[in-house]
C-alpha cells in the first residue's frame, strides 16, 4: 500500500518551537468536539524496524505526545505536562502505508497529576493500548553544558 493521502478533516500538526516529537515526520490533527485532538501519521519505512514494522519506540513516542498534548488541552493548556509514567501493551502490527490514528481519553485531572489512556488504531484495528500519567510543572530552562 503506497497511499500518501492525509484522511478528510487532518491538518498538518504545528510544533511550538523545537520538539522531540518532531523526530515522527509529518504529523496531522483533527479537532474532536470536546476540543481534544486526534493524532494522525502514513507509516513510513523510516518508523520501522528489521522487521518492517512500526518501531515500538516509535509507536511509545507518538502515544506518550498524544496524551501529553491532550491532557494539557483538557486542563484549559495550563501548566506544561510532563510523564511521570506510561504503560504499554502492544497489541497488532501494523504496515507501512497505513493510516496511523492517536485517540485519547482524559481519566481524571487532578491539581498536580492527570491521567489517561491512549490507543493507536488504523481503522477499527488496535494497534497499541497505553495509559500515561503526566504531573504539572513550570516550565523549566533548559540544562546547558556550560551550567556544570
Same mark, same amino acid.
Given at each position: 500500500?503506497?497511499?500518501?493521502?492525509?484522511?478528510?478533516?487532518?491538518?498538518?500538526?504545528?510544533?511550538?518551537?523545537?520538539s522531540y516529537f518532531q523526530t515522527l515526520g509529518d504529523l496531522y490533527v483533527r479537532e474532536r468536539p470536546d476540543g481534544l485532538l486526534v493524532l494522525g501519521l502514513r507509516l513510513l519505512p523510516q518508523h520501522c524496524n528489521r522487521l518492517g514494522i512500526p518501531h515500538g519506540g516509535m509507536l511509545?513516542?507518538?502515544?506518550?505526545?498524544?496524551?501529553?498534548?491532550?491532557?494539557?488541552?483538557?486542563?484549559?493548556?495550563?501548566?506544561?505536562?510532563?510523564?511521570?509514567?506510561?504503560?504499554?501493551?502492544?497489541? !497488532?502490527? =501494523? #504496515? *507501512?502505508?497505513?493510516? /496511523? $490514528?492517536?485517540?485519547?481519553?482524559?481519566?481524571?485531572?487532578?491539581?498536580?497529576?492527570?491521567?489517561?489512556?491512549?490507543?493507536?488504531?488504523?481503522?477499527?484495528?488496535?494497534?497499541?493500548?497505553?495509559?500515561?500519567?503526566?504531573? !504539572?510543572? =513550570? #516550565? *523549566?530552562?533548559?540544562? /546547558? $553544558?556550560?551550567?556544570?
Open positions: 500500500m503506497n497511499d500518501i493521502s492525509v484522511p478528510e478533516g487532518f491538518r498538518p500538526h504545528v510544533y511550538g518551537g523545537a511509545a513516542t507518538l502515544a506518550d505526545g498524544a496524551l501529553g498534548i491532550n491532557l494539557h488541552r483538557a486542563r484549559r493548556h495550563s501548566p506544561t505536562m510532563v510523564t511521570v509514567n506510561l504503560s504499554l501493551d502492544y497489541l !497488532a502490527a =501494523a #504496515r *507501512v502505508g497505513e493510516w /496511523l $490514528e492517536a485517540h485519547v481519553t482524559p481519566r481524571r485531572l487532578g491539581k498536580q497529576l492527570a491521567f489517561g489512556d491512549c490507543v493507536l488504531r488504523v481503522g477499527e484495528r488496535e494497534v497499541l493500548r497505553a495509559t500515561g500519567i503526566f504531573a !504539572a510543572v =513550570a #516550565r *523549566v530552562r533548559p540544562v /546547558l $553544558e556550560t551550567d556544570g
